[in-house]
């Protein structure tokens, strides 16, 4: 990692393995955007650069760091791990690179009011993962043939993916009659099993066929 590297992060703008701060206020927050990429496909927050990509840096940058590894120390679970490089802007601001790899532990969470949130992330944004997202990143670290039974609900799901091109678990489960539980449990399997893709949002994720 070097300043050429931040500086290209920078024109390339947020995304998915990318996350701008301008400091490192509320570190409570942006522990979220840590987990979301170690959940996702990895990736990079820099912290001294705005969310337009201007790389101004930020006074003290040594406090900047020691506040975010005490948040990471403390915040999430299981630990995270991650590379922190410091690059000197001149001689009063610098910019905090933080390196996080796609986690084997995933999926990490914070705990908020005794309830575990878990985040991923989607094109440029950080969103809560569903307790579907939550499950397909659990058993899809250790990818394994699916065998499942293509019966009805399959059949009807289908059908219904042929003519809207989208599903949500709700619209599934009104239209093959079936408990919640049961039409999550179906849309699980054929999303590890690589038939489905699921794309989360943060009010209800959907699926589609995957191409």
């Known amino acids: 990692m070097t300043l050429h ?46 969310d337009d990509g201007t790389v101004s840096g930020q006074r ?9 590894e ?18 000197k802007l001149n001689p009063k601001k610098g910019v905090a690179v933080f390196q996080i790899p796609k986690s084997d532990g995933r999926p990490h969470y914070l705990k ?36 499942f039974t293509y019966g009805q609900k399959e059949t009807i799901l289908m059908q219904a993916l042929a003519v809207k091109e989208r599903i949500t678990l709700k619209e599934f ?9 049961l039409a999550s449990k179906t849309l699980v399997r054929l999303v590890l099993a690589n038939v489905l893709q699921i794309v989360p949002q943060e009010s209800e994720d959907y699926y589609k066929i995957k191409g």
């Open 5 to 50: 590297d931040i500086h290209r992060f920078a024109r390339q703008g947020e995304g998915l393995k990318i996350e701008f701060k301008k400091k490192a206020a509320h570190p409570e927050k942006i522990v979220r955007e840590l987990i979301a990429l170690a959940n996702t496909e990895g990736g990079v927050l820099l912290v001294g650069v705005d």
């Open 173 to 181: 489960a009104f239209l093959a009659k079936l408990p919640k539980f």
């Open 112 to 147: 908020e009011n005794d309830r575990k949130k878990s985040f991923v992330r989607v094109g440029d944004r950080t969103v809560q993962a569903s307790r579907e997202v939550w499950e397909i990143l659990r058993r899809g670290k250790t990818p394994r043939d699916i065998v």
């Open 70 to 87: 005490r948040a990471i120390q403390d915040l999430i679970f299981p630990s995270l791990m991650y590379e922190i490089d410091v690059f």
């Open 60 to 68: 003290f940058i040594e406090e900047e760091v020691f506040v975010m």
